[in-house]
């Protein structure tokens, strides 16, 4: 065991399989799941240097203001 | 001229301005989905810091936006004094200055409740996740319980893989 796992053993899920079932039944997770939260993307976001956050968040805004204008026309 | 929004924040960093990133940013910051379209600040309201944010963005324009006549940013020592907040207009996007942050306090306590962050090599100051929630609880609109339902969520996540 790692010290990491020695300290919890619960620890985060060690694989991809382990972090979706981790998802998939935590009830913290699923109860944001209920309230419309994409728990998927934030933990997406999470891995992301801040950086690519604000860059991704450009682009949605750009898309955002693309949309509105052309509703707007 | 620029087009980007976060370059503002560029500029107000060159010119040494005092501020902490707050509000939708800052959600952008730590991992939200949520889109805004406009940089919310908290600031140093003191005259010399207002002056020094007047002289950063004097080339984008800055326009009073929350009155139809829209009248330039136009302060002086003396007139600083009189603000609270700068709800500004830009040629690149909207910059919302306030002096302080409900749910959290004045600027003084939202420096205490902020960390340092490098985005693209500048140091900036962002409301920490904890304080952060806690403004979007006190503020209590709907995109707002949106915010700390995905914030709440990110510091969870974040608990869970660190330990």
């Known amino acids: 065991m790692t010290s990491q796992n020695r300290a919890n053993p619960a620890g985060p899920p060690q694989t991809d399989d382990a972090m979706e079932v981790w998802f998939n039944t935590d009830p913290v997770l699923c109860q944001a799941r209920r309230d419309g939260v994409d728990v998927w993307a934030l933990w997406a976001n999470l891995q992301r240097p801040v950086e690519e956050r604000i860059r991704r968040h450009q682009i949605a805004l750009h898309r955002f203001r693309l949309l509105h204008n052309a509703a707007n026309q | ?163």
Do not use: W
């Open chain 2, 1 to 163: 001229m620029k087009t980007d929004p976060t370059d503002i924040l560029f500029i107000l960093a060159k010119e040494e301005v005092d501020f902490v990133i707050v509000g939708g940013f800052a959600a952008t910051i730590y991992g939200s989905q949520q889109v805004t379209e406009d940089i919310d600040i908290c600031c140093d309201f003191g005259p010399a810091n207002l002056m020094r944010l007047q002289s950063a963005i004097a080339d984008l324009k800055p326009v009073h936006r929350m009155t139809p006549k829209r009248p330039p940013l136009q302060l002086t020592p003396e007139s600083a004094k009189h603000f609270n907040n700068l709800y500004l207009d830009t040629d690149v996007g909207q910059l919302d200055c306030i002096s302080e942050v409900k749910g959290v306090g004045d600027f003084v306590r939202v420096k205490q409740k902020s960390r340092p962050i490098k985005i693209q090599g500048y140091s900036f100051r962002v409301l920490d996740l904890d304080a952060l929630i806690d403004s979007k609880k006190a503020m209590s609109r709907p995109r707002d319980q949106e915010a700390v339902r995905q914030l709440e969520t990110l510091k969870y996540i974040k608990q869970k893989q660190e330990r």
